[in-house]
């Protein structure tokens, strides 16, 4: 992953707080270079970053940003009004220092209630009858309307009224930009979800694009990529879900690949003769280090997930690349299984269209939909 626009989920309720750490810049080496330096636009301060005891040149962020989360249905998996997941894009910030930094991303799911005030309830108010404090709030109580003193018991459980409800921790690296591409935006389009059909997969979601739905100018670079694993059979208990990995292919193994379809009504890809997404697509930078990629083995290693990289051997010369020429082989499975579970992806400038895409694997009518648009002015 690269400095970046990419789309993070965000709670159901209440509000989202979005903070990144100070990036160290060490080009700088003394503070009257520092503070009067700028690179790409980008204002730096002399500093003591946490849990350093020595002062450096950092890249001085803007404050964090805090703001009303989407609202969405409640218990409903995060949709909002519109149909599409609750989100948050988030701008990965630029590290000048051009390292490969190993980050950490902190997702806290915090629920509220205005049932008692939210900045004035402590632990000062915990029951205490000999001090006379009541708690505001109680395990299941009864509660009197005045009909002839008929108690009625409220569902509530102190375990889970107003408390982080989920705390989430993810590893990753954001690496330089290829050379040239210091400058344009960049946004991540990636797979969300896993294996599972909605009840085995509760309280996530089954597999699909994010985002759905991506608009771009002409400008702008994408950045496609996706993990996956071959280990997840989701056995008993089966968490919050039902026990179970519904899904195509072998079991426990995700797959996820992209082909190029008409409209978002249909399930059926377009064949490459009669496709705009490839040929309208320059290959910025690719993970197999290819140069020169013909749309065609664009399509070819986008629809089968990195297992083929090139129709010849003369398009993709070296011994790196013999293995993965059409035709070499036992060849590939058609529902990707012998293909990688993660796809490092390429990065992409598309000419001003609209292109539709789905994923010829877990598209499954009736049960899931993954599918996506591109929408470039």
Not at 166 to 179: G, I
Not at 285 to 292: E, P, S
Not at 321 to 327: E, S, T
């Amino acid at each position: 992953m690269w400095p970046t626009g990419r789309n993070l989920p965000t709670s159901e309720l209440g509000y989202l707080h979005v903070h990144t750490s100070f990036s160290i810049f060490a080009g700088y080496k003394t503070e009257s270079a520092c503070v009067s330096g700028n690179r790409n636009g980008y204002k730096y301060i002399w500093a003591r970053p946490l849990g350093e005891n020595v002062q450096q040149c950092l890249v001085a962020l803007e404050a964090p940003e805090c703001k009303a989360a989407p609202w969405t249905r409640s218990n409903h998996l995060g949709n909002t009004k519109g149909g599409l997941a609750s989100n948050y894009t988030w701008t990965i910030p630029f590290i000048p220092s051009a390292d490969t930094k190993q980050c950490v991303l902190r997702i806290r799911y915090n629920i509220s209630t205005d049932d008692y005030d939210p900045f004035l309830t402590d632990s000062r108010v915990n029951n205490n009858i000999q001090e006379g404090i009541m708690s505001p709030v109680q395990q299941n109580p009864l509660v009197d309307i005045g009909a002839a003193n008929i108690p009625l018991q409220l569902a509530i459980n102190t375990a889970q009224f107003g408390r982080t409800f989920q705390d989430r921790s993810h590893t990753f690296t954001v690496r330089p930009r290829p050379s040239g591409q210091e400058k344009p935006r960049i946004f991540n389009l990636n797979v969300r979800g896993k294996r599972g059909n909605i009840v085995q997969v509760y309280p996530a979601v089954e597999y699909d694009f994010i985002p759905n739905d991506l608009h771009l100018k002409t400008s702008d670079r994408v950045h496609i990529q996706w993990t996956g694993s071959n280990t997840h059979k989701n056995g008993a208990p089966g968490g919050d879900g039902a026990t179970g990995d519904a899904g195509e292919g072998t079991s426990g193994t995700d797959r996820h690949n992209i082909v190029q379809i008409n409209n978002l009504l249909e399930n059926f890809p377009v064949p490459y003769e009669n496709s705009t997404m490839w040929e309208s697509a320059e290959v910025v930078w690719i993970y197999n280090g290819l140069n020169n990629i013909s749309p065609k083995n664009l399509a070819l290693n986008m629809a089968s997930s990195g297992y083929y990289r090139c129709f010849t051997a003369a398009e993709c010369p070296g011994a790196q690349h013999a293995d993965y020429i059409y035709g070499s082989g036992l060849g590939m499975s058609s529902t990707l299984g012998s293909s990688p579970a993660s796809y490092e992806g390429a990065l992409l400038k598309f000419k001003s269209g609209t292109y539709f895409y789905t994923c010829t694997r877990n598209n499954n009518f009736t049960n899931r939909s993954q599918k996506g648009a591109i929408y470039v002015d």
